[in-house]
């Protein structure tokens, strides 16, 4: 998928374009929240009709999972961009920063949507959302334990914090951004009050 988002498509298809609808999908429960998205919502930006949409898709859950795994490889694919090579760890994380909180392109709504997902309540996430949910939050986990473990390596952490809380404390401050972010806060200030809050765990060289 392209940095820029996909506008839906115009005139109605003669088949349903499987990723045009799960893109679709993708786009509405990330700006407005999965709980404020209906079905006929997402039909309608996709010109098919809710038989067409059951017949390709079986159901709304399947949709929401098929989303989230969207989104996840989208966001995977802008961090494999990154050339990470003799970076110190304030360093990536700065890059990281700059890709979360871009400005540039007005088709990204503010926010993570995984973030999003994660605060919805009551039953609008079936078995199957909540499934591929769980996944990508452990796949996240585990890249910033992985961030942390390669910053330990290089001298980049204080050694005063073990690694299991400075995974906990990272992975909370991103979802502080994040939620800032889709508040409406400004970038700058953004990354100058993450930056204070991760100051605690890295080394001054």
Known sequence: MNDKLSKPLRGR???VD???VVEIAMHLYWAKGVQNVSLNEICRQANIAKTSFYREFDSEDKLIGLAIKMYFDWFNCLLARLNLEDKSSVEVFGMLMNILLDDRNEDIPPGCMLVKMRDVQGDKLGPKALAQ?????????????HFVICGQQRGDFTKEINTPTAVAYIDNQLSNAHALKARGEPSDRIKEFTKIALSPLFLKK
């Open 13 to 15: 298809p003669k088949k």
């Open 18 to 20: 499987h990723q045009n």
């Open 133 to 145: 949910l769980h996944f990508c939050r452990q796949q996240q986990m585990k890249m910033i334990e």
